[in-house]
């Protein structure tokens, strides 16, 4: 009550003393029963608090945003994070504008996982165009630059993208992007060094033994993938909706540095992201106006993951002479409603996950309620 006191204290202070044209509040409370998603399921419940504020200045902004999110039986994965940031607009046309944007982060655990503790910095250079009437061009450019408290996990990214998005009168929406990133660790070399977390209680705590421990003397750890999405959304009626969207993602140089890759759920870690995995995955999604529009959405997702560089074990940690593949389906329903000034959701997903290191075989079931509330000050909506 200390914590949610100070933190609710200094957002209020942040929102006055910067006159804020807007701010936003969240809170989401969220029930695992697989929180280190595994074959050894450990449950736990996640409190997350969340703001947002934001001052504009002509075609600049600048902005905070903070959050605080606290696991009950696993207090030793809380983290909180914080934003600052500003972005700019310019317009070149009345139909196309660039917009640019500098945030610096820094994410902050508890002792017993500092060394995930990292400041970071990101760019983006971005291009938006209308080609016509019912059709958008756009481009990104990304740079983000990472230091952890553990050097080995450091690291500069980069990311280039360019999508299309085409509607049409009969409602149709179509949309495609191709991405391109390239992952440099800044400190590619190891000696005998490992990075180990207290794990008294053997598998049954939902952790190996050896997480994240990286190669020895492994070198040159440039990752560089590709990948390719596409979307296509078709409304019927005012109440009715649904997508059916894919994503294939490959892998043009490089691998993993770890022997380990393992996912949180809702808490990151420096061996999991975008550059993790090569592979493919499609979803569909309805979407249903109901009574006191109220908004449901419901949605399945399939997902074939290879880790290249990662080598699949048996339960006794022994090598089973292939790499890593995971193939997760996931169910989800969501139900959601917009006041004027806030907005709350109540969400189910679960998730099941065969892969062929059996350490990683599991079936998860996910619940989330939230509140988010939103103020526009002045003249800004």
């Not at 449950?43 to 999110?69: A, M, P, Q």
């Not at 020895?216 to 750890?221: A, I």
């Not at 969501?334 to 599991?362: A, I, Q, T």
Request: negative net charge.
């Amino acid at each position: 009550m200390r914590r949610l006191s100070i933190c609710l204290f200094s957002i209020l202070f942040l929102s006055v003393s910067l006159k804020a044209d807007s701010f936003s509040f969240s809170f989401f409370q969220n029930m695992a029963d697989n929180i280190f998603q595994n074959r050894y399921p450990a449950r736990d419940k996640l409190s997350h608090l969340g703001f947002y504020i934001d001052k504009d200045f002509s075609k600049t902004s600048v902005f905070t945003e903070g959050s605080y999110s606290y696991l009950f039986e696993n207090p030793g994965l809380s983290y909180y994070l914080q934003d600052v940031g500003l972005d700019y607009i310019h317009p070149v046309s009345e139909k196309a504008a660039f917009y640019f944007s500098l945030i610096g982060q820094g994410v902050f655990y508890r002792s017993d996982y500092a060394d995930f503790n990292s400041l970071s910095l990101n760019f983006l250079a971005a291009f938006k165009a209308y080609l016509s009437q019912t059709s958008i061009l756009k481009s990104n450019y990304s740079l983000d630059y990472r230091s952890f408290r553990y050097s080995l996990f450091d690291f500069v990214s980069h990311g280039l993208s360019i999508s299309f998005d085409k509607y049409f009168q009969t409602r149709t929406t179509m949309k495609s992007e191709i991405n391109w990133g390239l992952k440099c660790f800044l400190h590619p070399y190891s000696s005998q060094e490992v990075i180990l977390v207290e794990d008294s209680g053997g598998h049954h705590s939902g952790r190996r033994s050896y997480l994240f421990v990286p190669r020895t003397q492994f070198e040159g750890q440039n990752i560089q993938i590709l990948s390719f999405t596409g979307l296509i959304a078709q409304g019927i009626g005012g109440n009715v909706g649904f997508n059916i969207s894919g994503m294939k993602q490959w892998y043009l140089s490089g691998e993993n540095p770890f022997t380990s890759v393992e996912e949180f759920y809702m808490v990151e870690n420096p061996s999991y992201d975008r550059f993790a995995w090569a592979g493919y995955q499609f979803g569909a999604q309805i979407t249903l106006l109901i009574p006191w529009n109220i908004e449901l959405k419901i949605g399945y997702n399939m997902a074939n993951k290879e880790f290249p560089g990662i080598e699949s074990m048996n339960l006794e940690e022994e090598p089973l002479g292939m790499t890593r593949e995971d193939r997760r389906r996931t169910f989800e329903t969501r139900l959601e409603k917009n006041f004027p000034r806030f907005s709350l959701f109540l969400s189910y997903v679960y998730v099941d996950n065969n892969s062929n290191d059996p350490f990683f075989d599991w079936q998860g079931n996910f619940f989330s309620a939230g509140i988010e509330w939103n103020m526009f000050f002045g003249g800004k909506k």
